[in-house]
């Protein structure tokens, strides 16, 4: 059987920026595999500008900033298959790839999960009505356009204000189609605030809050939905039902992380966050197994995407010098968070970032990290939404601190 | 001129075109879609009834308990699957157990076997049954399939031993002289018998060739749920409630590909051209199959779909002829299981006393495996003869470039994004096409050499991309 040192499944900017690190710290065996014909993922279809404000201080398009990473993956000559699928993970890390040259099998000492996600459907929603034609998710509409230059409808509805909804309104009113409207079932957006100036304010584009699609209809071709109005429990008050005429319906509902594989190496998964259970260095419930990017939980940048995949990279160093099993210290999330990352924590390490999301917006707000009943810091917070990820350094000092499980608590007071 | 017209491409035409492809009569199919199985054969249960519902001296007794055993060798002569899972028919109070004895009674008079199951062995078969169930019923050997994969199967063979089919060419009118002349938008066909398999249309295509037809199909909606494959080992058997006079009821049932799949509730509608999914319907779906099965960790549906059912008023179906017209109505029901056996019961009734035909000796067509039920090294000595086979197009089902490019071509050739879907499942998975779609459109495009605003999704009138180029005026 072939044999690799560290094998990155996913080749957007999660996986190459992982690779880049990894070669950069000296580890030579890598071996990179990419399911599309290219490197780059998703990056390559978001032709809009605004990545790499973090990172380098510039606002690069998606493919600039992709590029950027390959060229430098490409100088570092790291051995890449593309076109290349997994079909499975074993739990003692065999990977199994299909691609052109063959199916094989490769044993691998480290695996780095840098998959991406996937888009939520209208199955995963259930929006009933027609199953006419007409119905795509805004990534898939943003392919079809971005990639290969073809518009999938000409008076569009969007449900959901994710950002791929947002940036997707814009970029179909710039490719003269109608934008109707985009509806929202919570009653803030979920997009980052600059895209809904840029994309809808910009265009005239209403945004109905607290609204959801409750039918389409067409024969052969989408014809129509159904808007309502939606109460508190996020029910549909049909009396409230306003129709409009569209032949598209594009979705923006959220990204689920894409864990089938890693269900199947039987890496544990966090049900908030669809993502593996990991620890403060971004190692999954199977040891050797490590996962970054949008596979382990979903970000609104691409910058902390990078960020994550050169953490991991830093993680497999250590794990490479010492694999001793260590005495994790279990993180919980409480009070309005939508959860906190890693879920589990080495007291042991320097420093560790928390990542989190809170659950409903909140112009000011108090995050707690609790160890024993007691309160080892109380941080104030302003300006809080569920769309913006937020993220804390847990100092050597605080870390020195715990000895039992942790606390995450954010309150409004 | 044609010795025969079949009219419809569903289960039951495909059935009666492979059946006719065995002979030296000249058959021509016709069907209005642009992909055959479109409509009442595709959105079903894929459940091989045993045959124990029908009441006595029915066609559907008749033709369920000898269809069923047909599908079962066809499915193995043309290595389509047939899942022999087993069902269990459940009952949550004393009345109901009283039922099932009857049902048992009836089943074992038919010669189908059956078994009362106590408390503890039901839940040891079947562990996420509903807390509410006392008793079960169980049918060893019901089955499933997929069920267009079967009638592919079925067409692939018919058109590979010559018969003709027609895509996209519904027909509008009818005239009777020595023969019959069927009219479609596109041509007209002459024939010395018409056999009218058109499903949700059987009466009013009836009606084309005789005005005064009296039967009114009764249209029932039934709507489903299928759930992510990562549920596939929640469920073991099909699970139905007792029968009532609105049909099977809301069943639970493991797909050959291992979706689940829950439902159908039933209501009489309208109209039989809007297959739509409703709010109150999926509740419905939702909130009954709790009556046999314990609610999912997780709700990870992936697809809603409805199926309607072209019933008759009489409940059985109705096989008849008149002047060489033979019409086969009021298929719902257990139309799959009984598909066969209709097949050859209209062949031995109206076709062989008119043209005493020769039975011929016919090659078999087998469509390829796929790949996902293949070894790597039986996957690999494919990719050395073609690396489209090592080339994945679809990863939750785990198809490859080659495999949709087979189905374009097999001998009943696929032309739209939901013909590839059912044939080799791209698009069927839990991204439900969102990684796929537009690649398919590429495959279609460059093997059906059409530009890809020609690629239909579905019918005729689902071609969907407009080129940007189209879209800006140059100068």
């Known amino acids: 059987m072939k044999q690799n040192k560290v094998i990155i499944i996913g080749g957007g900017s999660a996986g190459l920026a992982c690779a880049i690190a990894l070669r950069e710290k000296g580890i030579q065996d890598i071996l990179l595999l990419e399911k599309e014909n290219e490197l780059g993922g998703i990056l390559n279809q978001c032709i809009h500008n605004g990545f790499g404000l973090h990172m380098y201080k510039k606002e690069y398009t998606g493919p600039m900033y992709a590029q950027h990473h390959i060229d430098r993956f490409m100088e570092l000559q790291i051995p890449y298959i593309i076109d290349a699928t997994v079909l499975d993970i074993s739990e003692d890390k065999i990977v199994t790839v299909s691609e052109p040259k063959g199916i094989y099998s490769i044993q691998a000492e480290v695996i780095v999960l840098a998959m991406g996600a996937r888009e939520r459907t209208r199955g995963n929603i259930q929006i009933p009505g027609d199953r006419c034609v007409g119905v795509w998710t805004a990534g898939n509409a943003q392919k079809y356009l971005n990639m290969d230059g073809y518009l999938v409808g000409k008076r569009i509805f969007i449900l959901g204000s994710g950002d791929i909804g947002l940036i997707m309104a814009r970029r179909l009113s710039l490719a003269k189609a109608k934008v109707v409207g985009v509806a929202e079932i919570m009653p803030y957006s979920n997009g980052l605030t600059r895209n809904i100036v840029q994309c809808l304010h910009d265009f005239d584009i209403p945004l109905y809050l607290s609204h959801t699609i409750t039918q389409i209809k067409g024969d052969g071709r989408v014809e129509g939905i159904t808007l309502c109005q939606v109460d508190e429990n996020r029910q549909p008050m049909f009396e409230t039902a306003k129709h409009f005429g569209v032949d598209t319906v594009l979705l923006s509902v959220g990204l689920i992380p894409d864990n089938v594989l890693s269900e199947k190496a039987k890496v544990s998964l966090d049900l908030k966050t669809k993502g593996p259970l990991v620890d403060s260095e971004l190692m999954t419930s199977t040891p050797g197994i490590f996962a970054c990017g949008n596979v382990l939980h979903i970000h609104d940048l691409v910058d902390h995407v990078s960020m994550e995949g050169i953490l991991v990279a830093s993680s497999i160093i250590k794990y490479f010098e010492d694999q001793d099993s260590l005495d994790l210290i279990p993180v919980k999330s409480k009070g309005f968070l939508n959860y906190v990352l890693p879920q589990s924590i080495n007291p042991k390490s320097d420093t560790v970032l928390l990542k989190y999301r809170v659950s409903k917006p909140m112009t000011k707000g108090f995050l707690r990290i609790i160890c024993n009943d007691q309160v080892l810091l109380k941080i104030p917070k302003v300006d809080l939404h569920p769309s913006e990820m937020q993220s804390f350094n847990l100092t050597k000092v605080i870390l020195d601190k715990i000895n039992s499980n942790v606390i995450v608590e954010l309150s409004d007071e | ?475």
């Open chain 2, 1 to 475: 001129m044609f010795d025969i017209i079949i009219i419809g491409a569903g289960i039951v035409g495909c059935n009666l075109a492979y059946q006719l492809s065995l002979t030296n009569l000249k058959v021509l199919v016709l069907e209005k879609n642009a992909e055959i199985l479109n409509e009442v054969s595709s959105a079903n249960s894929g459940i091989i009834h045993t045959g124990y519902d029908p009441k006595d001296d029915t066609l559907k007794a008749l033709l369920n308990v000898k269809g069923a055993a047909l599908t079962k060798e066809l499915c193995e002569y043309f290595q389509v699957p047939f899942l022999q899972c087993g069902s269990m028919v459940v009952a949550h109070d004393d009345k109901e157990i009283d039922m099932l004895k009857a049902l048992q009674i009836k089943a074992a008079q038919r010669k189908i076997p059956c078994e009362l199951l106590s408390q503890e062995i039901l839940r040891q078969k079947e562990p996420h049954i509903a807390d509410s169930v006392i008793k079960a019923l169980f049918f060893p050997t019901t089955g499933v399939i997929i069920p267009w994969e079967l009638g592919y199967a079925l067409m692939d063979n018919a058109c590979f031993n010559g018969v003709t089919l027609k895509n996209s060419e519904a027909v509008i009118a009818v005239e009777k002289k020595s023969s019959y002349i069927v009219k479609t938008p596109k041509s007209s066909y002459e024939a010395k018998m018409v056999i009218n398999c058109t499903g949700l249309y059987g009466d009013k295509v009836a009606r084309l060739a005789q005005a005064d037809y009296p039967i009114n199909l009764i249209y029932k909606k039934g709507e489903y749920q299928v759930t992510d494959k990562t549920d596939a080992s929640y469920l073991n058997h099909i699970l139905f409630p007792l029968p009532t006079e609105k049909g099977k009821g809301v069943l639970a049932v493991k797909t050959v590909e291992g979706n689940l799949l829950f439902g159908p509730n039933s209501n009489i509608v309208e109209d039989p051209t809007h297959q739509d999914t409703t709010s109150i319907g999926l509740a419905e779906v939702n909130s009954r199959i709790h009556e046999i099965i314990k609610p999912l960790p997780q709700n990870r549906m992936i697809r809603q779909f409805a199926g309607i059912r072209p019933g008759s008023p009489t409940k059985d179906f109705i096989i008849e002829n008149h002047e060489k017209w033979v019409n086969v109505i009021g298929i719902d029901s257990p139309g799959l299981a009984s598909s066969p056996a209709i097949a050859q019961y209209v062949i031995e009734q109206f076709v062989q006393p008119e043209f005493h035909p020769e039975t011929l000796n016919r090659e078999l067509y087998i469509h390829p495996k796929p790949l996902l039920l293949m070894s790597l090294d039986e996957r690999n000595a494919l990719i050395k003869t073609n690396p489209n086979y090592g080339k994945i197009v679809c990863l939750c089902e785990d198809v490859s470039t080659q495999e949709v490019i087979n189905a374009i071509h097999s001998p009943c050739s696929t032309r739209s994004i939901k013909g590839i879907k059912r044939r080799v499942r791209p698009g069927s998975g839990r991204c439900q096409g969102g990684f796929c779609e537009s690649k398919i459109v590429d495959i279609l495009s460059k093997e059906l050499n059409i530009p890809k605003q020609q690629v239909l999704y579905d019918n005729d009138n689902t071609s969907f991309l407009t080129p940007m180029e189209d879209l800006y005026e140059t100068k």
